[in-house]
């Protein structure tokens, strides 16, 4: 399993008489990568993976997979393998014909064919439940059957709709590592769709945000926790203040940003002098007895290993997260306010 | 790698080849292009899109031709019509040309889909949308066959239609007339009738209630004309309430039997426990959540009924009332048997063409009344359903208790039912006994005489003889049935995998003029089949071919319901996780969808089994001596006033079917079952 394939989507769309699902989408996908499609519900990032796998065909566009133009090939003549969010087991086969089902009719013999299986089973640790039914296992073995499933075909590329949404937290972290390590293992590409930008960070090698049928930014998850392009992209990965201040540049990559009683400075991303939108993550502000705006605690909450804020202060309300849980404070209280040094970023318009 | 559309490609043009080899030269030049292009090996590497484009051009355009051609040349020029070899090369460029289509990405590019889509939609359209145009045809040709619409205006004009003369007292009004009021007293009927059964059984803790769920399977094993005998038996001048009151009071017995008030009476019987069917859904279907709410708000038993139960009930009792209304102006077996005077379209339309008069325009045009009728009330239907249903039952576990019925209403439920109910069984078991008398209303004397004149074995030289007068037509029903269940289940079930599951250009029209075909009634089915199909290119009458073809698609829309029903509840990703594991449309049909619509399609299977048993208005036009069916033999006792061997015969089909059904019933039942119990010794599921 070492032919790990590159996708590229060239302007893509899809359309439904006079619904746009997917608008122009143009996106590479390094071999051997993961990528997430990211996207609040209806934003089309699912539309586009049953497009990669065949199982809807683009209206408009390209798309290519090793290099081979398959826009307009059937699912089962693309080198594709699938997990879906249902799992989709067949319920009237038991799980060693379910994994076999793909190979059965290329492989010599039954046998030959339930051998493979039986090894693509012992690879997601179910080798002994060969026999049994899907509605006799638990949702994380069932998952772990699915994916068996998709990886018997050897496929170049392997794509997942939802795989964990319908797994327990606990459960869910776990799979989500054991998937990351199969991937490496297996050297495939992968594309992962979600709408749970923890599961997006944790996972992906590269993210794909997608908003209203379109594709809203990509980059690492780094790039876009960080330096988020949009007030969209700010809001969906992890939370934001989003507030506005008055730039002044100080130098080719820098620039002094003031707003209420703060200053700090920014990357400032190319944008010109005066008003800018920013957001400021939760983090930027510390509750702090220096500090030099002053806050009422409208809302106090306890999460074990912070606690929530929302204030009311002269940038307006602001929600903050403080990791000082020896000193809560109480609602309707006087708080200071300070600046953490980090956590933010102006938004291009 | 050949893509699979090429290969399927690739064999359709050899087949087509070969059988156009039997027909005309430009066909055989066709098919050779096509398979040279086929197999051409540089066809390979061509870009998609190009090759289908050419094969959609060639294979379709050749389709058109041969089959515009068939129905354009005039009757007398064309030799055959079309025969066994142009019908495989039809299909042989149809397949070609889907196979181009996937190509080009239609039906998300599987060739084993689009050729799935062509055949159904061919099918259809021949034997359901043509048959109907060639009654308006008809209808538009005067008698010497020439083109007039003038005629179609004096036939749909005419004062024995539309007469209103019963109004003004005195004379007969209009057999449109007459089908209109019949049908609207009989909704009327049959929907308070069944919505208070519905409610019967559902909302009160009467003992018998379970066993009058038993109701909803009358209707489907009996055929129609059962209750209209069985009315005769009671309440006809030789029959035992006309006995009595006779015997009791001196009074002179009447006829009142037959005409409206029988009528009605036979229709009531027939058609509540449809109503019942479509009823008993709908009050289930209220969430007994939205009942309690109400009661937490202070609403008492009587005020949650009014004010919640019954709105919520109010699209599905629109309905009922027009599945009755539209199984009223279809019923055909009860107008012929109880009509007497009181003329109705579909037994105007049987006399006008088997009757003295033979007037083919005539019966069209009142097809096209009757037509006309069915479709306003499709509509009606249609509209009353859309969008509004607010059958409230939700995946989520439901834990509320509805809320038992008020007194009045219980009461006045209670009041119409139990009487009813002895009234049907009265009906049904003296229809069943009534075979067994001498002559009935006569000579009460218990005899087996006419089921010994129907079904009378003897052995003579050659082994076994099956002498008695009703064999032939049993044996040939039973076989054409037994041809035309798995032929209707297995179209009907590919027509719902294509409804359900495939998106594709035309789904939407395809899915109506299925859903449509169920609204038409029997008999203008029947006199679009011997219009159709007496006169090139499709040349069958008189054949039993004639007879499966009308039972398959009469009875589709049956076995196209069971299917999408079937099919929502398996979860489409299903299919999706097959395609993805390599498997082509064909391949994903037989090793998945196939398997988990087993129980589906069993019932498919008995339900168009029993139906081609029982159906009698479309097929008493089709039947010829040699090919005889049960309903039309049994019909034509009636008519001729030979009640006992028609009770015997009747008795007889109905045992038949009630065992059918109850066979596999068990048989469905117990593998269920068996499934269930392997499954839960070993643990549960997280």
């Given amino acids: 399993m070492s032919h790990a394939a590159t996708i590229e989507l060239r302007g893509v769309s899809k359309a439904y008489g006079d619904v746009v699902a997917v608008r122009d989408v143009s996106v590479t996908i390094e071999a051997g990568t993961l990528v997430t499609l990211l996207g609040p519900s209806g934003c089309g990032k699912t539309t586009t993976l049953r497009m990669v796998a065949g199982l809807e065909l683009p209206s408009q566009g390209a798309i290519l997979i090793g290099g081979r133009d398959v826009s307009g090939l059937p699912a089962y003549e693309r080198d594709v393998g699938m997990v879906f969010q249902s799992y989709a087991l067949f319920p009237h086969l038991n799980v060693i014909e379910n994994v076999a089902y793909g190979i059965a009719p290329r492989a010599e013999s039954r046998a030959e064919a339930e051998r493979t299986a039986a090894q693509a089973l012992e690879m997601v640790g179910l080798a002994g439940l060969a026999l049994r039914l899907p509605s006799e296992l638990s949702g994380g073995q069932q998952q772990r059957v699915a994916v068996a499933r998709a990886l018997v075909l050897e496929p170049a590329v392997l794509l997942f709709d939802e795989p964990l949404s319908n797994l327990d937290a606990k459960l869910r972290r776990a799979m989500r590592e054991e998937i990351r390590a199969l991937q490496r293992r297996a050297q495939v590409t992968v594309i992962y769709v979600t709408h749970d930008q923890d599961e997006a960070l944790a996972v992906s090698d590269r993210i794909v945000v997608m908003n209203h049928a379109r594709i809203a930014q990509q980059g690492t998850p780094r790039e876009l926790y960080e330096s988020p392009d949009s007030v969209f992209v700010a809001g969906f990965i992890g939370d934001a203040n989003l507030l506005k201040g008055r730039l002044q540049r100080i130098d080719a990559s820098l620039g002094r940003l003031r707003f209420g009683s703060f200053e700090c400075l920014v990357p400032h991303r190319g944008l010109p002098d005066g008003e800018v939108d920013f957001a400021a993550r939760p983090e930027a502000f510390a509750i702090d007895g220096t500090g030099i705006a002053h806050a009422q605690v409208l809302h106090a909450a306890y999460l074990g290993r912070h606690m929530e804020y929302r204030l009311r202060s002269e940038l307006g309300d602001l929600f903050i997260r403080s990791s000082n849980l020896a000193r809560a404070c109480e609602v309707g209280g006087q708080v200071a306010l300070a600046l953490t040094g980090s956590g933010i970023t102006l938004l291009r318009p | ?686």
């Avoid at chain 2, 005020?303 to 309905?319: D, E, K």
């Avoid at chain 2, 009461?411 to 008398?437: D, E, N, S």
């Avoid at chain 2, 299917?563 to 395609?579: F, K, N, P, T």
Wanted: glycine share 10%.
């Fill in chain 2, 1 to 686: 790698m050949i893509p699979a559309a090429l290969r399927v490609t690739r064999l359709w043009s050899v087949i087509g080849l070969g059988a156009a080899c039997f027909t005309q030269l430009p066909q055989i030049l066709l098919l050779g292009a096509l398979a040279a292009l086929a197999w051409w090996p540089q066809a390979i590497a061509m870009p998609r899109r190009r090759l289908g484009g050419w094969l959609v051009a060639l294979a379709g355009s050749g389709f058109a031709w041969i089959y515009l051609q068939a129905y354009a040349s005039p009757i007398s020029a064309a030799p055959s019509g079309i025969g066994i070899s142009d019908s495989v090369t039809l299909l042989a460029l149809l397949f070609c040309a889907t196979s181009g289509l996937a190509l080009r990405g239609a039906f998300r590019g599987d060739a084993f889909t689009a050729g799935a889509a062509g055949l159904a939609v061919l099918l259809v359209v021949q034997f359901t949308l043509v048959p109907l145009l060639a009654v308006l045809a008809a209808a538009l040709k005067d008698a010497e066959g020439a083109w007039s619409l003038a005629s179609l205006l004096a036939r749909l004009s005419q004062d024995r239609l539309w007469s209103l003369a019963c109004l003004a007292g005195g004379g007969r009004c209009g057999v449109a007339w007459n089908t209109l009021f019949l049908a609207l007293l009989t909704a009327g009927g049959c929907t308070l009738l069944g919505l208070a059964f519905a409610l019967v059984v559902t909302r009160t803790g009467l003992p018998a209630r379970r066993a009058m769920r038993l109701l909803t399977v009358l209707p489907i094993v009996t055929p129609p004309f059962v209750i209209g005998m069985g009315l005769i038996l009671v309440f006809g001048r030789a029959g035992l309430a006309n006995q009595f009151l006779e015997w009791a009071f001196a009074i002179e017995p009447s006829r009142w039997i037959y005409g409206l008030p029988g009528l009605l009476l036979a229709q009531l019987f027939a058609f509540t426990p449809v109503a019942f069917l479509v009823l008993v859904g709908v009050v289930e279907g209220v969430s007994p959540t939205l009942e309690e709410a109400a009661q937490t708000l202070r609403a008492d038993a009587a005020r949650t009924f009014r004010t919640v139960s019954l709105p919520l009930m109010r699209p599905g009792i629109a309905n009922a009332f027009l599945i009755s209304f539209i199984e009223s102006i279809a019923d055909f077996g009860n107008p012929i048997v109880l009509g007497g005077n009181y003329g109705v379209l579909s037994t105007e339309i049987y006399f006008s063409i088997v009757g003295a008069q033979l007037d083919q325009g005539r019966a069209a045009a009142l097809a096209l009344v009757l037509l006309a009728f069915a479709l306003a009330a499709f509509a009606l239907q249609r509209r009353a359903l859309g969008g509004r249903s607010f059958v409230t039952v939700t995946g989520k576990g439901e834990s509320g208790l509805p809320v038992p019925l008020p007194d009045g209403a219980r009461r006045a439920a209670l009041a119409l039912v139990l009487p009813w109910l002895a009234l049907t069984v009265v009906v049904y078991a003296l229809a069943l006994v009534g075979g067994f008398a001498e002559t009935w209303g006569r000579d009460y004397t218990p005899t087996l005489k006419h089921f010994v004149k129907a079904f009378e074995v003897t052995t003579g030289a050659g082994g076994l003889v099956w002498s008695g007068a009703a064999w032939n037509s049993f044996w040939t029903t039973v076989a054409l049935a037994a041809i035309a269940a798995p032929l209707t289940a297995g179209l009907g079930l590919l027509v719902a995998w294509l409804i359900a599951r495939q998106p594709f250009a035309g789904r939407g029209a395809f899915e109506f003029l299925t859903l449509v075909s169920f609204a038409i009634p029997g008999t203008i089915i029947g006199i679009a089949y011997v219009i159709a199909f007496n006169v090139p290119p499709i040349e069958i009458t008189g054949t039993a071919l004639v007879i499966v073809l009308c039972l398959v698609f009469r009875n589709l829309p049956v076995g196209v319901r069971a299917g999408v029903a079937a099919m929502s509840q398996l979860d489409r990703s299903l299919d999706e996780a097959s395609l993805t594991l390599r498997a082509t449309g064909g391949r994903t049909l037989v090793r998945v969808v196939l398997p988990l619509l087993r129980p589906a399609i069993t019932g498919a299977l008995v339900y168009s089994f029993v139906r081609a048993m029982t159906t009698v208005s479309a097929v008493i036009f089709l039947v010829s001596a040699e090919y005889d069916l049960a309903t039309a033999y049994i019909i034509g006792r009636v008519i001729n006033g030979d009640y006992g061997v028609a009770l015997a015969y009747c008795s007889v089909l109905i045992l038949l079917m009630v065992s059918a059904i109850l066979l596999i019933q068990w048989l469905v039942g117990t593998r269920r079952l068996g499934r269930r119990a392997a499954a839960q010794p070993r643990g549960t599921p997280a």
